[in-house]
Nanobody, 124 residues
Framework: QVQLKESGGGLVQAGGSLRLSCVVSGYLGQVMGWFRQAPGQEREFVAAITRNGESVEYSDSVKGRFIISRHNARNSVYLQMSKLAPEDTAVYYC???????????????????WGQGTQVTVSS
């Protein structure tokens, strides 16, 4: 059984930082990503990374502020978030593509497995 478990969310003031973690069990995938969903909005792409770390993509809204990384020995992916703003408030989800695919994708439908999400709230 494939499981993704996020942690690290919380309440932070604008301008602050948080580090999200996601541990995967039961599967070894090539591409892992982070998405987020704010109340009343669709789930949106945040960042994704290939297993070897050579391909990384960010949404325009987080580029320069967020950094995605992974630790393959721990089958984990991380999202270091800096300069947080109230518009970053959302539930953040970790996602995993099938090992068949090695390219980064921005569409949620390209990801098969999802974590339960972790809430990030940025106060102004």
């Amino acid at each position: 059984q494939v499981q993704l478990k996020e942690s690290g969310g919380g309440l932070v003031q604008a301008g602050g930082s948080l580090r999200l973690s996601c541990v995967v069990s039961g599967y070894l995938g090539q591409v892992m990503g982070w998405f987020r969903q704010a109340p009343g909005q669709e789930r949106e792409f945040v960042a994704a990374i290939t297993r070897n770390g050579e391909s990384v993509e960010y949404s325009d809204s987080v580029k320069g502020r967020f950094i995605i990384s992974r630790h393959n020995a721990r089958n984990s992916v991380y999202l270091q978030m800096s300069k947080l703003a109230p518009e970053d408030t959302a539930v953040y989800y970790c996602a995993l593509r099938s090992a068949t695919y090695r390219d980064v994708k921005r569409l949620a439908d390209e990801y098969v497995w999802w974590g339960q999400g972790t809430q990030v709230t940025v106060s102004s």
